[in-house]
């Protein structure tokens, strides 16, 4: 089974810290995203990528950015925190190149983030 | 540009009764279509896709999904419903001659009642 890890379940930061929140895959996925989940809005993708040190922007890349130094980890950064940053963020990943394929993506169980 | 809509926000159905659960798509080409369901707490877990073939897609738990083309439709049905069914469920969409991510709806919370 993919199993796709979250570092926290729940995080409280404060406003102006920088917030790493973690992700890492276990099947070698080549594709993985980050998504916010906000009630009534709900997911929006926010950066993604198809390789080793490759990124794209998603629908909401304000204030955020992403690295991936290795293919398993995924790490997406608050730059400065905002309040408007308390969110559900959900991590996942997909097999094979390119994100136009038809392979599910497979999710992490998401990190609670408030900022206050 | 590839969109998505449930146009319920919440649908409510008695145990043992069939559900359904809406989902309309607008893409360019051809679509890859998705629904995944997500628990409290817990992350969106893949129920069924449709590439091709047989408009009528079984998948898990249960649930299957018609698709059609004509209507842009692709509705998540179950026979018979179980309280354990409540759950947060999502459609998505990819255009399959493009290269962009899938794009999700907002959801519908399907609560079931015992």
């Known amino acids: 089974d993919v199993k796709v890890t979250q570092s926290s379940r729940y995080l409280v930061k404060r406003t102006g810290e920088k917030v790493f929140l973690e992700c890492v895959q276990d099947m070698d996925h080549e594709n993985m995203f980050w998504y916010r989940q906000d009630p009534g809005l709900g997911l929006r993708l926010i950066y993604f990528s198809y390789d080793v040190k490759m990124k794209e922007k998603g629908d909401i890349p304000e204030g955020y950015s992403v690295s991936r130094e290795k293919k398993e980890r995924f790490s997406l950064i608050l730059e400065s925190a905002s309040t408007n940053q308390t969110s559900m963020y959900l991590c996942?990943?997909?097999?094979?190149?390119?994100?136009?394929?038809?392979?599910?993506?497979?999710f992490g169980d998401g990190t609670r983030l408030s900022i206050l | 540009a590839q969109s998505v809509a449930q146009p319920e926000d919440q649908v409510n159905v008695a145990e043992g009764n069939p559900l359904t659960v809406k989902c309309t798509y607008s893409v360019s080409g051809n679509p890859y279509l998705f629904w995944y369901v997500q628990y409290p707490n817990r992350g969106l877990q893949f129920l069924l896709k449709y590439i091709t073939g047989d408009n009528l897609v079984k998948g898990s738990y249960g649930f299957e999904a018609e698709f059609n083309k004509s209507q842009t439709s692709f509705h998540l049905k179950k026979p018979s419903a179980l309280v354990s069914d409540s759950a947060l469920y999502f459609c998505a969409v990819r255009d399959r001659s493009g290269n962009t991510p899938l794009v999700f709806g907002k959801g519908t919370r399907l609560s079931v009642i015992a």
């Open positions: 996942a990943s997909s097999w094979d190149r390119g994100v136009g394929s038809n392979q599910p993506q497979h």
